[in-house]
């Protein structure tokens, strides 16, 4: 069985990456991590990776004078390794409209919120202060626009009385960590909403 190239993307502790990689080990996984690169030194995503024999690459953003400088590296690293499809995972870099373009349809994230609601940072702050019952998780394509492409995978949590953004962020990051495989092992075995370059659903 061919198995779909992953790259990954972190800036940090990689619990997301972990589940990715934990997913991979099974010889049935459609899909093998290939390569993880932070933009952090040190982080210990980086270990997670060297543990499970994974390649990794340390491209810091500070090394470079522009956004798009730093993503054409980021870029060439991914398809010197043939690189298919893109995992962000909790990757904290705002990517360049060119990078975006140039993996549109293959390049996914996962976002601390039921989007559409509570796009950007501090999702479990703007969720309590919503006051909303029920927060959760979604993988979806990324797109130009900050959490707003096609949506493949969600999953829900209460939000329970007297929590805090601690006690939320533990509960939705188990939520993180069963949907981001799942995500990645329907869309490499054809059966997610896939996301052609322009940003349109496949049907
Ligand atoms: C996760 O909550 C993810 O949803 C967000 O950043 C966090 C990364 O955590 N994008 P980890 O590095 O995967 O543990």
Known sequence: ?????????????????????????????????????????????????????????????????????????????????????????????????????????????IHPSLLPNFKGLHTHAQALAAGVKLHGCTVHHVTAALDDGPIILQAAVPVLPGDDEDSLAARVLVAEHRIYPLALRLLAGGQAVACDPAGMLIA
């Open 1 to 109: 069985m061919a198995r779909l190239k992953v790259g990954v993307l972190i800036s940090g502790r990689g619990s997301n990456l972990q589940a990715l990689l934990d997913a991979c080990a099974a010889p049935d996984f459609p899909a093998e991590i290939a390569l993880v690169i932070s933009n952090i030194p040190e982080v210990y995503g980086l270990e997670r990776a060297a543990k499970a024999g994974v390649p990794t690459a340390v491209i810091r953003h500070k090394d470079y004078a522009s956004r798009a400088e730093f993503d054409g590296a980021v870029d060439a690293r991914l398809r010197a390794a043939g690189i298919e499809l893109v995992c962000l995972a909790g990757f904290m870099r705002l990517l360049s409209s060119g990078f975006v373009e140039g993996w549109q349809g293959r390049m996914i994230n």
